[in-house]
Structure formats: structure tokens, C-alpha cells
């Protein structure tokens, strides 16, 4: 089956057109989308700002007002994008969308109108696969990953025992399995975490997609997973991914040009 792969939109709007074209362009039969649909900005600033400081984060600056109303713009435009193509699209938020209650009440509401859109965080949902006639179950974890601290607020992260315990409720389903994850697993880039690497080796799916931090882009086996970070959709990047052969073709909105892997 072919696997169109985005992630990072990091508030791009405009790139959204050109999205749908590749998507009529490479017909495919299941795309994901692996979080940043937002960008961001000012409520990570307050909430770094704030851990050097030691100090509380504030939430009643007026930049992040500001910032909230132009991220509800955003996530309209990304979900009736993909209300508009018939393939099925399987999502998950990333570090910068953020507040999660947010994003979730957003993209859950749009789940119940536009059937082809599911949200996969912390759940797992299946899709009918043909011809094999089989289910393939696709599961989520969005955020960043990291030891220690869980914030959903300013930033979307998630501690290890969460995001491990989240891993132990997708165990118990059978192959295939597509997980879909924010963070890259360590041994894929310094942005990259340990724990993810441990999520992987739990749930053990056939395919894993990730996020791009710094534009990361690239495909990897960790253990028997093939994982695939497809750039940054910000910077123009998606990856087409063949499931049988693991042949991924990186390329550009708006240009025919691909490089294979």
C-alpha cells in the first residue's frame, strides 16, 4: 500500500493547495500526518523562558491570545484539507499544538464530520485493507517525549511512564500495525529520544512515522520497525512510502522531482 507522509506544517497555510494536488497526484491509500500543525512560538517562548527563570509560566500575556486565534485558523484550514481528499488520514499533534484541550476539541469535531479524518493520539483505530482483506491498525502518540515532565498547555510533552503506559494498551492488537509518533526515536537524530526508541520495541509495528525536528529526514529500521521521518511539510517535504517493498520516495509540494531511498 502507498503511505503518503507529512508532518510539521508549523502554521504554512498556504502550502495546504498544493498538498491536495500531490495527494490527487499519488493517489494513495492511507496518509499521516505526524503533528506541528501549528507554530507556536510564543507559548514555548513563556514556557522556556519561564524554566530558566524559575519562575511560573504566564498564561495572560497578550501574545497568546493572539497566538490561539491564529492556531484555530490553522487547524480549520489543515482539517478541511484533508475533509476535501478521499483517502483516509490518520492524525496526531505535535510539541506546538499546544494547548492540547484545544487541539483535541478541534480536530475530535472534525473527526465526526469528515469520516476520513481519524485522531489517533494516545488511541488506535483500524482500517479495512484490500486486497488482503485484512485490518491494519493504526496507533498514535503525539508531543515530545521526553524523562521526566508532562505539559499540555504551553507545550505538548509527555513523561516516560505516560508515554509508555499509552504503548501497553496498543500491544495486545495484531499485525500490521502503523505507529505514528511526534518524536524520532534517538538512533535517528540528537532531537531524538530514548524512550521512543523503547515505544517501538513494545508495540513493535511493522511502520513508524515520526516528526521532523531541525528538518530531520530520513528511514531507518530500529529492531524489525521501519521508521520514516519525512522532512518538514513546512519546508515543502512528504514521503511517499510503498508498505511491502519499504521503497520511500522523498519529495517537493509543487515539484515532480523525487529522490528514492
Given at each position: 500500500?502507498?503511505?503518503?507522509?507529512?508532518?510539521?506544517?508549523?502554521?504554512?497555510?498556504?502550502?495546504?493547495?498544493?498538498?491536495?494536488?500531490?495527494?490527487e497526484e499519488e493517489a494513495p491509500g492511507m496518509i499521516v500526518f505526524t503533528g506541528n500543525i501549528v507554530k507556536?512560538?510564543?507559548?514555548?517562548?513563556?514556557?522556556?523562558?519561564?524554566?530558566?527563570?524559575?519562575?511560573?509560566?504566564?498564561?495572560?500575556?497578550?501574545?497568546?491570545?493572539?497566538?490561539?486565534?491564529?492556531?484555530?485558523?490553522?487547524?480549520?484550514?489543515?482539517?478541511?484539507?484533508l475533509a476535501?481528499?478521499?483517502?483516509?488520514?490518520?492524525?496526531?499533534?505535535g510539541g506546538n499544538d499546544a494547548p492540547l484541550d484545544v487541539f483535541l476539541q478541534v480536530a475530535t469535531n472534525r473527526e465526526v464530520v469528515?469520516?476520513?479524518?481519524?485522531?489517533?493520539?494516545?488511541?488506535?483505530?483500524?482500517?479495512?485493507?484490500?486486497?488482503?482483506?485484512?485490518?491494519?491498525?493504526v496507533c498514535g502518540f503525539g508531543g515530545i517525549v521526553n524523562e521526566k515532565e508532562t505539559e499540555d498547555f504551553f507545550v505538548l510533552q509527555f513523561s516516560r511512564w505516560r508515554a509508555l503506559y499509552a504503548a501497553?494498551?496498543?500491544?495486545?492488537?495484531?499485525?500490521?500495525?502503523?505507529?505514528?509518533?511526534?518524536?524520532?526515536?534517538?538512533?535517528?537524530?540528537?532531537?531524538?529520544?530514548?524512550?521512543v526508541e523503547e515505544i517501538i520495541s513494545t508495540v513493535r509495528p511493522s511502520h513508524a512515522f515520526c516528526g521532523a525536528p531541525g528538518g530531520l529526514q530520513g528511514a531507518k529500521n530500529v529492531g524489525t520497525t521501519f521508521?520514516?521521518?519525512?522532512?518538514?511539510?513546512?519546508?515543502?517535504?512528504?514521503?511517499?512510502?510503498?508498505?511491502?517493498?519499504n521503497k520511500v520516495e522523498y519529495k517537493k509540494l509543487g515539484v515532480g522531482a523525487a529522490h528514492t531511498v
Open positions: 500500500m502507498k503511505i503518503l507522509a507529512i508532518t510539521d506544517l508549523d502554521g504554512k497555510t498556504e502550502l495546504l493547495e498544493n498538498f491536495r494536488a500531490a495527494v507556536g512560538d510564543a507559548r514555548a517562548a513563556e514556557w522556556h523562558a519561564a524554566q530558566r527563570e524559575n519562575r511560573p509560566p504566564r498564561r495572560d500575556l497578550p501574545v497568546m491570545c493572539d497566538e490561539e486565534r491564529e492556531g484555530l485558523r490553522a487547524y480549520d484550514a489543515f482539517f478541511s484539507a476535501e481528499i478521499k483517502a483516509r488520514a490518520y492524525v496526531i499533534p469528515a469520516h476520513n479524518t481519524h485522531i489517533v493520539h494516545n488511541r488506535i483505530t483500524s482500517k479495512f485493507v484490500s486486497p488482503q482483506a485484512r485490518d491494519m491498525y501497553q494498551g496498543f500491544i495486545e492488537y495484531p499485525d500490521p500495525k502503523v505507529l505514528l509518533l511526534h518524536t524520532p526515536p534517538r538512533l535517528m537524530s540528537d532531537n531524538g529520544s530514548a524512550v521508521v520514516v521521518c519525512p522532512g518538514a511539510m513546512a519546508d515543502g517535504n512528504y514521503a511517499v512510502v510503498d508498505s511491502l517493498t
